[in-house]
C-alpha cells in the first residue's frame, strides 16, 4: 500500500482508502471523488484506540461514551492533536476519527497504520456497495481492489462531535 490507493469493505459500504503516510495518495482520493479535501477532509480510519491516542486527545466530555463506541460504525470529530500529518483535518484544526469494527478493515489498519478512507463514490453519487460496482466507478484508477464483506449494508457511519455529541451525520 505504500503510496497507493485502495478500495475495501468496510462497516457499511465499500470504501477509498491510503495510508496516512502518503499525502499524493490522498490527493488520488480527492480526484476520484471530484472533492476538495481542505473543504471536506477525509475521517482516519483505525484499528484500535492506541492510534487514536496518538492523533487525537480523548480529554474530552464525551470520553467514555466515544471509547464505549469504538470500536464501531461511529465517527468522531476532534480537534486535532498533532500536526504530523498537515493534509489531513479540516481547516478548522478538526479531525474525523472512527475505530473500525470491521474486521478485515481493522486488520489492515493495524497492519497499515491510520488509514484516510472515504466512501467509494464520486461526490454526490451514490457508495458502492459491492466490489464490483467499485470497478466499475474506478477501473484502473484505483492500485488495487481488497474483496471483503460489508457488516451492515448500506448504512454510513454515523458522525458526532467529540465535545458536544452534537450528530453531525446519523447513520
Not at 2 to 18: N, P, S
Not at 23 to 39: F, Y
Not at 77 to 106: C, M, N
Request: with cysteine; aromatic share 8%; charged share 15%.
Amino acid at each position: 500500500m505504500r503510496g497507493g490507493v485502495i478500495v475495501h469493505a468496510t462497516e457499511g459500504v465499500f470504501g477509498l482508502a491510503c495510508s496516512v503516510e502518503y499525502p499524493t495518495a490522498m490527493e488520488r482520493i480527492s480526484n476520484l471523488k471530484g472533492r476538495n479535501a481542505l473543504a471536506q477532509p477525509f475521517l482516519l480510519l483505525l484499528g484500535n484506540v492506541a492510534q487514536a491516542k496518538n492523533l487525537v486527545s480523548l480529554d474530552v466530555p464525551l470520553a467514555d461514551t466515544i471509547t464505549q463506541s469504538w470500536p464501531g460504525p461511529t465517527t468522531w470529530i476532534f480537534p486535532y492533536k498533532t500536526e504530523a500529518y498537515p493534509w489531513v483535518g479540516g481547516e478548522d484544526g478538526s479531525l474525523a476519527v472512527r475505530v473500525t469494527d470491521h474486521p478485515q478493515a481493522q486488520q489492515l489498519a493495524n497492519y497499515v497504520g491510520p488509514l484516510i478512507s472515504t466512501s467509494a463514490n464520486r461526490t454526490g453519487q451514490p457508495s458502492c456497495l459491492s466490489l464490483a460496482s467499485a470497478k466499475l466507478e474506478f477501473g484502473d484508477a484505483v492500485d488495487f481492489y481488497l474483496s471483503g464483506e460489508l457488516l451492515r449494508p448500506g448504512h454510513a457511519s454515523r458522525i458526532l462531535h467529540a465535545a458536544t455529541g452534537k450528530i453531525l451525520r446519523a447513520s
